[in-house]
T-cell receptor, first 114, second 111 residues
């Protein structure tokens, strides 16, 4: 167990709805990264938060947004859900936002969009 | 062309076999190389971490990085049924900790 927790574990939404996923980072870690893993694929980087600020973003549209709180926990929000948003959403925490820093993953939230 | 290529398998081997898993990449800026293991419906778990070229051994696992060929490998000795999982290679460049993953190789070790 990495100490990174995510909620909820599973979620079913319909197209056009909005969703919020939550992540608690490992104790002592101030950086959270979010990844999307479609079935049969490797995780794809969505964005990273470091000390409550966005610190890098992958190739995802603006309807994917996030927050990081003073305790370094984080939320991922997705608006106007599309069928292709169905995936496992992973959060990873690291001690700091330095290159090569080890990232520890949570168990993920499985989102199904109907 | 994807930045990281990985054979998706599946790879099926008998217990006790030596397993070789590989990834190739195109971005010469990659400096940090990782192997993660992912059991079904779980998050990825870090197995091995290597900086730049060279070998690293940890128990039954050996990671190799050949930057000149843009090729990384993970060897598993004396494979066990509990090693059955998807193995993901991941890498990142200097000045970023954004991880780029391969598609993962599904491994099945049968008794």
């Amino acid at each position: 167990e990495t100490g990174v927790t995510q909620s909820p574990t599973h979620l079913i939404k319909t197209r056009g709805q909005q969703v919020t996923l939550r992540c608690s980072s490992q104790s002592g870690h101030n950086t959270v990264s979010w990844y999307q893993q479609a079935l049969g694929q490797g995780p794809q980087f969505i964005f990273q938060y470091y000390r409550e600020e966005e610190n890098g973003r992958g190739n995802f549209p603006p309807r994917f947004s996030g927050l990081q709180f003073p305790n370094y926990s984080s939320e991922l929000n997705v608006n106007a859900l599309e069928l292709d948003d169905s995936a496992l959403y992973l959060c990873a925490s690291s001690q700091t936002a330095s290159s090569g820093e080890t990232q520890y993953f949570g168990p993920g939230t499985r989102l199904l969009v109907l | 062309q994807k930045e990281v290529e990985q054979d998706p398998g599946p790879l099926s081997v008998p217990e006790g076999a030596i397993v070789s898993l590989n990834c190739t990449y195109s971005n010469s800026a990659f400096q940090y190389f990782m192997w993660y293991r992912q059991y079904s419906r779980k998050g990825p778990e870090l197995l091995m971490y290597t900086y730049s070229s060279g070998n690293k051994e940890d128990g039954r696992f050996t990671a190799q990085v050949d930057k000149s060929s843009k090729y990384i490998s993970l060897f598993i000795r004396d494979s066990q049924p509990s090693d059955s999982a998807t193995y993901l290679c991941a890498m990142s460049a200097r000045n970023t900790d954004k991880l780029i993953f391969g598609t993962g190789t599904r491994l099945q070790v049968f008794p």
